[in-house]
């Protein structure tokens, strides 16, 4: 008869440990989540770099890497007008808060309604709802 410590330690010590995969199984799923992770951050990097790329040289050469030449046009641009970038801003938050207000608004009082029981529509109001999903 075994005790429950026994069983705890041959558990532990066994070589099936539940959902655990093999290692060729596992490098190749890390080296698919590397490489994709790569092509999610890839147009991130390429906007970075085309920042700091001269206007006439991406004119000429188009988007690359590796630009031929250097230069922060862009960002003197986009310092010398700052108000226009700050108010367009601002306008990005007020649309995303007054949104998101409204937004919340009208979908708890769509769910308060189809929570009723008693509410005639209620079979119409959820099929409606449930279709445009």
């Known amino acids: 008869m075994t005790t429950a410590n026994e ?18 199984a596992d490098g190749l799923l890390s080296l698919l989540f590397a490489i994709y992770g790569i092509l999610c951050l890839a147009p991130i990097i390429l906007v970075i770099i085309v920042s700091f790329t001269d206007e006439k040289t991406l ?3 188009g988007f690359t890497f590796f ?19 700050a108010r367009a801003y601002g306008i990005t938050v007020y649309a995303t808060i007054v949104g998101t207000i409204l937004s919340v608004l009208i979908t708890s009082m769509f769910a308060y309604v189809v929570s009723r029981k008693d509410f005639k529509y209620r079979n119409h109001f959820a099929f409606f709802m449930f279709f445009t999903m």
């Open 59 to 61: 004119a000429l050469n």
């Open 67 to 85: 630009p031929k030449m250097l230069a922060l046009n862009a960002y003197e641009f986009l310092l010398a007008d700052w108000r226009s970038v």
């Open 7 to 24: 069983t705890i330690v041959r558990k532990k010590t066994s070589k099936f440990r539940g959902n655990s995969i093999s290692p060729a």
